[in-house]
């Protein structure tokens, strides 16, 4: 009886000892970490919404006459004008030949008439200081040479629309194929022209921002065919009241797109920058827990530890926030690991 109550308390002692070395064995585990050392930023809050771009220029060029085609050259290519070239206003597109339609306008005639009027109305002026003719005979022929110059301007206008020309700077989008001397008739579309080095969306902004979102406001835009470039624009035009159906009010953002990123049509993202700070300390959003106390961090101490941090926190985005309080410059924060820390954890640096 003795013996086995000897082994029993040999046993015990044993097992105590064993629990001690594993508790040692724990307590000296090192939980690697990443970390990273508090820094003076910028920072800037957004109001995040969506639309479609559209040009700030387009236009449709129609013939306005039944006539021959034929398709010009780009003077920059050298070869004949082709969809997503630039143009230039007054570049020449096209011209519309028709041998009856130009006999028509008598341009020549009519240049000569207005020439020969000019001469007469001097004439009489001449001879109306000198008393040789009466006033009427001098409005005659002011009336004349009227009439012959405003005929020839509505010549140089029908002479015009032989010539296809780009009425603005921008860029082919639309460029029906004719066959050279086809023949096209009256209201054939000739070409379309699109300006978009400038462009503007309209958005529907909640009604919680209405005295947040200003004019001239900068914006951040984005779309994921362009993922590694921002497009600037800024608010331009906000309406003064909210729709009772959809508790928003509308307004539009014009969009700086000088290298042609954006085309015409395509869905952007919009961050519109309602708060900006420089040197501020900014962490990122996701290291932070929400504790019953409020907010924390893990902070690596002096002594190597990571000790447990509450923190008071400003402006934020998606992706970072500004600490306002409880972090200082140069202190060292866990960015990776800190799910598995608690208050005053041995941890191991490896980044």
Known sequence: MKKSLFIIIALSFAAVSCNNKNQNLNADVEIPVSVQDASLKSIEEYVNTSGTAFPIGQILVKSEITANYFLEKNPRTGKAWQLNDKVKSGDLIARLEDQQYINDIKLETTQLNLELTASQLAQQQSLFEKGGVTLFDLKTAEINKANAKSALVSANLSMAKTRIIAPIDGVIVELP???????VNTGSDIVQIM????????????EKYVSVIKPDQLVK????TIPKDTIIGNITQLAPAINADTRTFPGTIQIHNPKYLLLPGMFVKA????????SVIVIPKSIILARQRGKTIFVIDRGGLASERIIKTGIENLTDVEVTAGLTKNERFVT???ETLSNRSKVKIIK
């Open 177 to 183: 194929y004719y066959t050279q001397g086809t023949r």
């Open 195 to 206: 300006d978009y080095q400038m462009m503007y969306m309209n958005v529907q902004l909640p």
């Open 221 to 224: 835009l984005t779309n994921y």
């Open 271 to 278: 961050d519109i920058v309602v708060n900006h700070k420089d």
């Open 336 to 338: 990776v690991g800190f």
